[in-house]
């Protein structure tokens, strides 16, 4: 069930499959052998493991079996011990590649009584090592076992042939998409032998968390939804202000009390690039592709993303940049599905805000004061299901969409509260 950065064979595609999950199109070795045709391009298996547990160790994680470990000079606490394993989740070598931190990190040993679980999920473009501020505090959590995912297609996890269904209309496109995701997270829950989770899914992360608890809420204790996307409902001429080139969220119009400002016209330039961008969305290419795309310009890419996070040290970014980019580098997979899920704009092809009112398990709102996503779509989710669960909503102080790294210390005491409140 379990291996360590082992190469998994190439799926007989003559076998029988699930019909969400295609065969898988490369191995590891396979990957390997197309870096050799491009040497800016895939990085290498044992660089990609020294760049994840470099970053990890920055947060304090040791990983069993590592020679690399946190600098202990700068760091008040004892390391904490974590697992990173590629759990088998079908016949065909695919697989879900997974951080696991047991007994407050003091050894890797599972205990007999029974324990809270915590799963958490990535965002779009990221991995497990985009939580490596949150992991030590997490761990320190009494009676609780943390998992952390790469979602199937993405991260360090395998990367089967994605293909969507476009074609066949907008509800198929968007079931085939979740029903992908989904099953692989269900699959992998039965390969850990988890009955309950709490999931804590950031972004893209949780979206899929939510359709997920909505189709298997008996293996949900609590839903903690980190700056979801795909609550609200898309403007009603979201695809005539794009086509003329203004903004999607009609950020452009005036605020309550102020008089209406004069509209200025977008720039020819500014309407072909709009147009240009939603014909690529609608098509499926992703930033992936387009960082691929560059070449032996594609690290400049990342580290000008990376270098927004301007609240981390240099080492930090440089640490997630070389993290980042080795996993851009990979190739492509169900990081296309972006493009079945929303339409462009970040908004959902079918929007979560009228389906989670139907949930039924606790479910909480983490958001950074200046997000991108706009927290009004949690409050109006908790208005729709009008006390029938435990619902609660939190603002992370000086943070955006990525609160869980630029104020890593509310963002983990907002977090360990909700533990704590399941175990109540």
């Known amino acids: 069930m379990f291996k360590e950065d082992s190469t998994p064979s190439l799926a007989d595609t003559k076998q029988f499959q699930p019909p969400w999950l295609l065969h898988a199109a490369a191995s590891r070795s396979g990957i390997l052998s197309l870096s050799k045709l491009w040497p800016w391009g895939v990085i290498d298996t ?19 079996g590592s020679p690399i470990t946190p600098n202990t000079e700068t760091s008040a606490h004892s390391p904490v011990l974590a697992e990173i394993m590629d759990v088998d989740i079908d016949s065909h070598g695919n697989y879900i590649h997974t ?20 799963v ?20 320190q959590v009494e009676g609780w076992d943390i998992y952390s995912i790469d979602w199937l297609g993405m991260g360090r996890s395998s990367r089967p042939t994605y293909k969507g269904c ?7 496109r968007v079931s085939h998409a979740e029903e992908f995701f989904v099953e692989s997270l269900e699959e992998w829950r039965k390969r850990m032998g988890i009955e309950k989770m709490t999931l804590c899914g950031h972004s893209f992360g949780g979206y899929m968390n939510s359709v997920y608890a909505l189709k298997y809420p008996q293996h949900v204790e609590k ?45 020819m330039q500014r309407v072909m690039l709009f147009r240009t961008a939603m014909s690529l969305w609608d098509r499926n290419y992703t930033p992936q592709w387009l960082v691929r795309s560059t070449g032996p310009f594609s690290r400049r890419l990342i580290d000008w993303y990376i270098g927004r996070f301007s609240l981390l040290t240099e080492e930090q970014r440089r ?38 009112s139907a949930i039924t398990v606790p479910t909480t709102f983490m958001y950074g ?14 208005r729709r299901i009008g006390g029938r669960v435990a619902t609660h909503l ?27 409140g399941v175990q109540v």
């Open 223 to 267: 839903l903690v939804l980190v700056s979801p996307i795909g609550l609200p409902e898309a403007p009603p001429d979201l695809e005539e202000r794009m086509r003329n080139g203004y903004s999607p969220s009609n950020s452009d119009k005036p605020k309550d009390g102020e008089p209406p400002a004069a509209p200025s016209k977008p720039s």
């Open 99 to 118: 951080l696991v931190i047991r007994n407050g990190g003091k050894s890797v040993e599972a205990e007999a009584q029974p324990r809270h679980n915590l």
């Open 369 to 382: 004061s200046h997000d991108w996503v706009e927290h009004t779509g949690g409050l109006e989710v908790i």
């Open 166 to 172: 476009r074609a066949e209309g907008e509800d198929k």
């Open 319 to 356: 640490g997630m940049a070389a993290y980042s980019h080795q996993i851009a580098m990979l190739p492509e997979s169900s990081a296309s599905a972006l493009g079945d899920i929303l339409r462009p704009g970040a908004f959902a092809r079918r929007p979560l805000v009228g389906r989670l």
């Open 394 to 420: 939190y603002r992370v102080p000086n943070a955006g969409h990525n609160m869980h790294i630029d104020n890593p210390t509310v963002f983990n005491r907002f977090l360990v509260s909700e533990m704590k």
């Open 46 to 64: 044992r660089t990609q493991n020294t760049q994840e547990h470099e970053l990890l160790a920055q947060g304090g994680i040791t990983v069993v």
């Open 120 to 139: 958490m999920t990535h965002g779009y473009f990221t991995g497990v090592g985009f939580f490596y501020r949150n992991y030590y505090d997490l761990s």
